[in-house]
């Protein structure tokens, strides 16, 4: 099986939900693998740069190998991917991050690419992290950030995926405001009227993929398994 994980917003979780996803094969028996094609923003251990975001997808798949080959494109500055591709000269693809994934999937059960920030942040001058699913052509779980403005953002996210012609086989509610008011009018509201079945609710709280794998479920069905 094989899904991109995309989110309605940056910062709403993308990475915590795959992580668990992760886990939750893992802990089926499942042989599993995340990837983070492109990062933009490094953390530092003893100088050597790294993406926080691939060393928990490796977390959470129990990856033991180096990050450089499950996040082959890490970009220091902490902004939009395509202007700091730009600033160091460097012309993303989504062709090529595509073909990538697609050879790293081989030979595993699950696999699951997370894009960064939204669904339609920009890869390059002419294309978005969704051309990356048009290539794949693998199904999308849309990970929400349960907070004010959730709904509108959810829904036109969902409208764009489904305009894309790519398969929304999913989607999970992660709680990022533990404060949200009318959370459950909120989520009944998004259950209603989301075009796809909803595969979990992660609480707030610490971000230990395990803890959350109990909360989440891979999809029953995808466009390509």
Same mark, same amino acid.
């Given at each position: !099986?094989?899904?991109?994980?995309?989110? /309605?917003?940056?910062?709403?979780?993308?990475?915590?939900?795959?992580?668990?996803?992760?886990?939750?094969?893992?802990? #089926?028996?499942?042989?599993?693998?995340?990837? %983070?094609?492109?990062?933009?923003?490094?953390?530092?251990?003893?100088?050597?740069?790294?993406?926080?975001?691939?060393?928990?997808?490796?977390?959470? $798949?129990?990856?033991?190998?180096?990050?450089? +080959?499950?996040?082959?494109?890490?970009?220091?500055?902490?902004? +939009?991917?395509?202007?700091?591709?730009?600033?160091?000269?460097? *012309?993303?693809? +989504? $062709? $090529?991050?595509? #073909?990538?994934?697609?050879? %790293?999937?081989?030979?595993?059960?699950?696999?699951?690419? *997370?894009?960064?920030?939204? =669904?339609?942040?920009?890869?390059?001058?002419?294309? #978005? @992290?969704?051309?990356?699913? &048009?290539?794949?052509? =693998?199904?999308?779980?849309?990970?929400?950030? !349960?907070?004010?403005?959730?709904?509108?953002?959810?829904?036109? /996210?969902?409208?764009?995926?489904?305009?894309?012609?790519?398969?929304?086989?999913? =989607?999970?509610?992660?709680?990022?405001?533990?404060?949200?008011?009318?959370?459950?009018?909120?989520? /009944?509201?998004?259950? *209603?009227?989301?075009? +796809?079945?909803?595969?979990?609710?992660?609480?707030?709280?610490?971000?230990?993929?395990?803890?959350?794998?109990? @909360?989440? #479920? =891979?999809? $029953? &069905?995808?466009?390509?398994?």
């Amino acid at each position: !099986m094989r899904i991109l994980i995309a989110g /309605t917003d940056t910062d709403i979780g993308k990475t915590h939900v795959a992580a668990a996803l992760l886990a939750q094969a893992r802990l #089926s028996g499942h042989s599993c693998l995340g990837l %983070k094609p492109v990062a933009a923003g490094a953390d530092y251990d003893q100088g050597q740069a790294y993406s926080e975001d691939a060393a928990r997808l490796a977390n959470g $798949a129990g990856y033991t190998g180096p990050l450089a +080959a499950i996040n082959p494109t890490l970009l220091i500055e902490p902004i +939009a991917p395509h202007i700091a591709a730009d600033r160091v000269g460097l *012309e993303l693809s +989504a $062709a $090529a991050i595509a #073909s990538w994934a697609q050879d %790293k999937a081989q030979g595993h059960d699950r696999v699951l690419v *997370e894009g960064a920030g939204g =669904w339609r942040v920009p890869l390059n001058r002419h294309e #978005s @992290f969704a051309d990356i699913a &048009k290539h794949l052509d =693998w199904s999308v779980v849309l990970v929400v950030g !349960m907070r004010l403005g959730c709904i509108n953002h959810a829904l036109l /996210t969902a409208e764009a995926i489904q305009a894309d012609n790519c398969h929304l086989a999913g =989607w999970v509610a992660n709680r990022v405001d533990p404060n949200q008011s009318a959370y459950q009018e909120n989520l /009944t509201s998004l259950v *209603e009227r989301m075009p +796809a079945p909803l595969l979990g609710q992660v609480p707030y709280g610490p971000r230990d993929p395990e803890a959350a794998a109990q @909360f989440v #479920s =891979w999809p $029953a &069905k995808v466009r390509r398994s």
